[in-house]
């Protein structure tokens, strides 16, 4: 059941072409349909990407209890009433990782919220306990039965200094939307310094937060009042990992693709990568025009919390490498499990050596072939959509729309309109 994709590929020839435009921003997006709860009036969302995760977290915010109306493509406006439910919706939260931002909301203004451990990516293990550990620290009683977390801080959470041993990005956000509401000051440390938790501070600001050192990894909030949405409306910032698939999309396959209503300067990890394996990128101030090279020269990558090489574009470069002429390293710092799909790549021909759960090495140049693939999850589900369009032959992409359509607003329909030879089918419809 569910869709696929079947996928033509170019064969190695450098054939796309044309204007592809970049959507909002789905880890910014999530976070700030969360940082509604914190809000005593009616508040708009605009720019947000039309994606499975973004219904499910509207879904979840409904499910407690908030009207969400949705005015057009990309706008949305949130009321959240007094009496929101304070258990997030089970079925859709367990199998969402991201659901777990709301619990820092609800518990900053309701006192109160009980919410399933989340699922997501298969990509390793992806423990809460920098969450529960947070919330304690607060103030917070936290007991798990049954695979259900409860944590109540019946006379609200305090302002406290905490140091994360992880530089979590939803960790920070989470603490970040609590302490807004909390009694005091709140002193986050090692804090995650990504553009999302920037485009979050900045909308919380806005809206009557008092937050400094957002995007630095001392993050200061002084809590105590709801925020005020009317006059105030949330415009999503540019994905830059829809970006960046397209730009090493481009770097593979692309006469000159033009990626627009993107920010080059989140991107700069990825971009000087690809300078120094030889691709021609030209940036401008929102646009990113970006050649494919004759050659192609091997590089190594590590991936590293920002500003460095981001994990969710980690797969699409391994694709991008066994392309290159020689040997590369990919070291996976942030999850392991993370490179187990380069299995299916070595399965299309690729020469992928594995050499512990963190860490592979590519030789190129190897010709792909097409072949039936499972997409394993969202990122991983893009790469393989990345190496069928460079490999020889029809690939078959089970799994679209749990995983790929989770995070990319219609991906099929940008490819076509750039020379991608991609269809979609709806096993359902059989
Ligand atoms: C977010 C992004 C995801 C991206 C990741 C890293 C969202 C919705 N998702 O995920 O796309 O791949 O950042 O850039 O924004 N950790 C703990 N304890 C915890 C929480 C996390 O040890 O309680 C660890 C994780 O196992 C991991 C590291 O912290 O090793 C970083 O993960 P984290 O930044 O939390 O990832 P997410 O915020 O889940």
């Known amino acids: 059941m569910g869709n696929t994709f079947i996928i033509n590929g170019f064969g190695g020839e450098r054939k796309l072409r044309g204007e592809v435009k970049i959507t909002g921003a789905k880890n910014a997006a999530l976070k700030a349909i969360a940082a509604t709860v914190l809000f005593g009036d009616k508040v708009t969302l605009e720019n947000i990407p039309e994606i499975d995760d973004v219904f499910r977290m509207f879904e979840?915010?409904?499910?407690?209890?908030?009207?969400?109306?949705?005015?057009?493509?990309?706008?949305?406006?949130?009321?959240?009433?007094?009496?929101?439910?304070?258990?997030?919706?089970?079925?859709?939260?367990?199998?969402?990782?991201?659901?777990?931002?709301?619990?820092?909301?609800?518990l900053a203004r309701f006192g109160e919220v009980s919410f399933p451990h989340p699922g997501g990516c298969l990509i390793g293990s992806r423990p809460v306990d920098l969450f529960m550990e947070g919330f304690e620290k607060m103030g917070a009683k936290v007991a798990l039965k049954d695979n259900k977390y409860t944590v109540v801080a019946k006379n609200g959470l305090k302002g406290t200094e905490f140091f994360l041993k992880n530089q979590s990005v939803t960790v920070t956000e989470t603490f970040m939307m609590a302490a807004v509401c909390a009694k005091g000051t709140t002193v986050i440390k090692n804090a995650a310094m990504e553009p999302e938790i920037v485009d979050l501070a900045q909308f919380l600001i806005k809206c009557g937060a008092?937050?400094?050192?957002?995007?630095?990894?001392?993050?200061?909030?002084?809590g105590g009042k709801l925020l005020v949405g009317k006059g105030h409306p949330y415009k999503t910032m540019p994905d830059r990992i829809d970006a960046g698939s397209f730009l090493i999309l481009g770097a593979l396959a692309a006469k000159e693709l033009r990626i627009t209503n993107c920010n080059p300067i989140h991107l700069e990890a990825v971009i000087e990568s690809l300078r120094t394996a030889g691709v021609d990128v030209e940036t401008k101030k929102t646009e990113i025009i970006v050649r494919a090279p004759a050659t192609i020269k091997p590089i190594d990558i590590k991936t590293h919390e920002y500003p460095g090489f981001p994990t969710d574009l980690q797969a699409p470069m391994t694709v991008f490498l066994t392309q290159a002429d020689g040997e590369s390293k990919v070291f996976e710092t942030i999850f392991e499990g993370r490179?187990?799909?380069?299995?299916?790549?070595?399965?299309?021909?690729?020469?992928?050596?594995?050499?512990?759960?963190?860490?592979v090495l590519v030789r190129g140049k190897s010709e792909l072939r097409?072949?039936?693939?499972?997409?394993?999850?969202?990122?991983?589900?893009?790469?393989?959509?990345?190496?069928?369009?460079?490999?020889?032959?029809?690939?078959?992409?089970?799994?679209?729309?749990?995983?790929?359509?989770?995070?990319?607003?219609?991906?099929?329909?940008?490819?076509?309109?750039?020379?991608?030879?991609?269809?979609?089918?709806?096993?359902?419809e059989f």
């Open 210 to 222: 008092k937050i400094t050192g957002a995007g630095t990894p001392t993050i200061t909030i002084k």
């Open 339 to 359: 490179l187990n799909f380069t299995e299916a790549l070595a399965a299309m021909g690729a020469q992928i050596t594995m050499m512990d759960p963190h860490r």
């Open 60 to 106: 979840l915010l409904k499910g407690m209890g908030a009207e969400v109306e949705h005015r057009k493509a990309g706008s949305y406006s949130v009321v959240v009433p007094r009496n929101l439910a304070t258990e997030l919706p089970f079925e859709i939260a367990k199998r969402m990782r991201a659901s777990i931002v709301f619990t820092g909301p609800i």
């Open 370 to 428: 097409g072949r039936k693939l499972t997409s394993p999850d969202l990122r991983a589900g893009l790469a393989f959509v990345i190496a069928a369009i460079v490999a020889k032959g029809e690939s078959v992409i089970h799994n679209v729309d749990t995983t790929i359509d989770r995070g990319y607003e219609d991906v099929d329909n940008r490819l076509r309109a750039i020379g991608v030879d991609i269809k979609r089918i709806d096993q359902s």
